[in-house]
């Protein structure tokens, strides 16, 4: 049986079908909720043929940067060429966090799974939070 | 106690907390709560202590009908500070596509996600894609 997390976790970047249309998730996006104590802002780029998500976690006094994780995009159908969704999959050291995201009515859904691997007692646990987008691309690089 | 956004700081781990994560709250068999669905019909979970396995059947029309079975890679509580496994990621390889489940429990339903990602484009006339399902407990189960 095939483990995706293992495969994510190896640092496999995936190419995006360039038929695909990414207009509707490249861009910037904020946490719906001012007080979010989660993820506050998510940024796709799209760099080459790779599309990249930025994740910037709640914080005092700044937001902390989890830095570029390469991100694998979905269509709503096999006959689509619109992009929805995508997923991604972030290796900190003493936690990792899978993301899946979804648009719906032009909000992005994010879902985590977060595993602590540091022995600190925190209980591996979910999340769903809620994001609009700010700033719609405007470069490629 | 190192973390990358305000939500995972933890002053003190509870007494009380259980980081084994027992998934027993998914066992026994669910029904998708759409008739007509072309995806997945049918979830059954089967616990063994801390482990759960996870079968899919599809109607054979868009999906297989035997997906055969896969064991979660991550079990997830509602928070930080432990419970009972409410989420879970699992992964199917049918072959010609590699499938990454996300599975969490909401208001006594089953709610998964599924990523397919085709491992042979077939020159590009199928995008990968996303889909969304929910499942009721099955009166038998």
Known sequence: ?141 | MKHLRAQDRLERIGADARPSLSPSEFSGTWVNTNTDTPGITHVTCTVEGDVLRVRLEGNGSSEPSGWGEATAELLCAASIHGGPAMSFIAGFDLGFKKVQAGANLNQGLLVMAFYHSFQNHGGGSRSNYFSREFFHRAAWS
């Open chain 1, 1 to 141: 049986m095939s483990n995706p997390i293992s495969d994510e976790a190896a640092g496999t970047t995936f190419a995006v079908e360039r038929t695909l249309d990414l207009s509707a998730l490249l861009g910037d996006w904020r946490n719906t909720n001012d007080a979010a104590t989660g993820i506050v802002r998510l940024v796709l780029t799209l760099i080459g043929d790779r599309i990249f998500l930025r994740v910037f976690g709640a914080g005092h006094p700044g937001a902390f940067d989890w830095g570029d994780a390469p991100a694998e995009v979905f269509a709503e159908l096999p006959e689509s060429m619109q992009a929805t969704s995508f997923t991604s999959h972030y290796d900190l050291g003493f936690m990792s966090v899978w993301l899946q995201t979804y648009l719906a009515k032009g909000v992005l859904v994010v879902v985590s799974f977060n595993r602590f691997q540091d022995g600190s007692g925190r209980a591996n646990y979910f999340g769903k939070e809620f994001f609009f987008r700010s700033q719609k691309p405007v470069a490629v690089k």
